[in-house]
């Protein structure tokens, strides 16, 4: 690769970090287009390095919002057990579900969520209610400081069995489609949970990590990371993601909705591009 596309590449890199940390969704949704559209590279090596972006995305933004205290790590940890054996049960589907019609199907349920986001745009923050009893065994009831409301906000996870559900699925269509399902978390945390959109977000970008960590050794072992294209976009993608935390503790949870949901369009389109035989 020469020297001026890994140039571009790292300013595109920069900015899907920027995206990925606001929105909790990794930068692989402009990784992986840019690479095999505007530069040329193969597939497997543009995922190979989707993967090794959403990795510094979490890295980079996730350990500035732990800092913050925007992070529920405790929600995060208790539903990756949903999300992993989703992703255990995905990957020994594989061989017998067809991928077109899976790509199809969530391409639709993402677009239909758009939607629901689209209704709930100017929404700050979710209606305040009484924390339901399992909420309080499993102590999910947390607080954040809001340096754009400039106060300290409570909060309660609700419709948990929900919530532990859709992670199971997201965890499913990672495991089935090979794909990162940062969108789904964020969809299942704000929508069914209704947490706070930046508590969904900064949630989302830890568990993604956590996945794609576990994930990465695969890709490396069948050599489909090369250093020069992932070096680069990983560097460019943690610029990004640190950028984006910065950023994201001073802007509205209106404002990232904004941003999310043209990214959850974005991927409903490629997704049902893929169904139809499409890579974009």
């Known amino acids: 690769m020469a020297l001026n596309a890994e140039l571009a590449l790292f300013v595109v890199s920069i900015l899907a970090g920027v995206i990925g940390a606001l929105a909790g969704v990794g930068g692989g949704i402009l990784i992986i287009p840019a690479l095999t559209v505007l530069f040329g590279v193969d597939i497997r090596l543009a995922i190979g390095a989707s993967i090794v972006s959403v990795i510094a995305t979490s890295s980079g933004a996730a350990a500035a919002y732990v800092r913050d205290r925007l992070t529920n790590m ?9 999300t992993t054996s989703g992703a ?4 020994l589907l594989a061989a017998i579900v067809p991928a077109r019609f899976l790509y199809l199907l969530l391409g639709a349920v993402l677009l239909l969520s758009a939607g629901q986001q689209l209704v709930r745009l100017g929404e700050e923050l979710p209606p305040e209610i009484e924390p339901s009893g399992l909420a309080l065994r499993l102590g999910l009831a947390s607080s954040y400081p809001d340096a754009q409301l400039g106060r300290e906000v409570g909060y309660q996870a609700r419709r948990i069995p929900l919530g532990f559900v859709l992670m199971g699925f997201a965890g499913v269509v990672s495991g089935l489609l090979g794909i990162g399902s940062g969108a789904l978390k964020v969809l299942a945390m704000d ?7 930046k508590v ?3 949630t989302s970008n830890f568990m993604i990590g956590v996945t794609a960590a ?5 890709y490396v072992g069948r050599g489909d990371v090369d250093p ?3 070096a680069p976009v990983a560097l460019g993608v943690l610029i990004g993601a640190l950028l984006g935390a910065r950023i994201l503790v001073r802007i509205s949870n209106r404002a990232i909705r904004r941003v ?6 974005v991927i409903s389109l490629e997704m049902i591009a893929r169904a139809a035989g499409v890579n974009l």
Request: positive net charge; hydrophobic residues 60%; charged residues 10%.
């Open 214 to 218: 576990a994930s990465a050794g695969v």
């Open 88 to 91: 255990v049960t995905g990957a």
């Open 200 to 202: 969904s977000s900064t």
């Open 260 to 265: 999310f949901v043209p990214v959850l369009v």
């Open 74 to 82: 405790r929600i995060g940890m208790f539903l990756e057990l949903a």
């Open 191 to 197: 929508g069914a949970m209704r947490l706070p959109m």
């Open 228 to 230: 020069r294209i992932a």
